[in-house]
Nanobody
Framework: VQLQASGGGLVQPGDSLRLSCTAYGFTLADYHIGWFRQAPGKEREGVSCIRTGTNVVETKEGRFTISRDNAANTAYLQLNSLNPEDMAVYFC???????????????????WGRGTLVTVSS
């Protein structure tokens, strides 16, 4: 069981990025999916989450959009209007569908990718 996140990089303020999270060894559509980020010296925080079944979405800001392509077994996080405060390592995670989760409950997500670094600088 593995999650692989990609798509991070160096962008300028105002730019957009799309992060990808591909699952290996399990069907991503059967799990709750979350995107989290952690900046140096700060706690991990939820960015956007989507529940399996209901597809209810929880998003920190309107600039961020979570989606998934079930055929590709991949989830995405679209980041728009990036600013330096968005700089962090972004992680994707999956949670058991039987568990009640939310974007503030990162400890309930039990499968994690390695993370991808987003740097916003002019």
């Amino acid at each position: 069981v593995q999650l692989q996140a990609s798509g991070g990089g160096l962008v300028q303020p105002g730019d957009s990025l799309r992060l990808s999270c591909t699952a290996y060894g399990f069907t991503l559509a059967d799990y709750h999916i979350g995107w989290f980020r952690q900046a140096p010296g700060k706690e991990r925080e939820g960015v956007s989450c989507i529940r399996t079944g209901t597809n209810v979405v929880e998003t920190k800001e309107g600039r961020f959009t979570i989606s998934r392509d079930n055929a590709a077994n991949t989830a995405y996080l679209q980041l728009n209007s990036l600013n330096p405060e968005d700089m962090a390592v972004y992680f994707c995670a999956a949670a058991n569908p039987r568990v009640n989760v939310g974007c503030s409950m990162f400890r309930r997500f039990d499968h994690w990718g390695r993370g991808t670094l987003v740097t916003v600088s002019s």
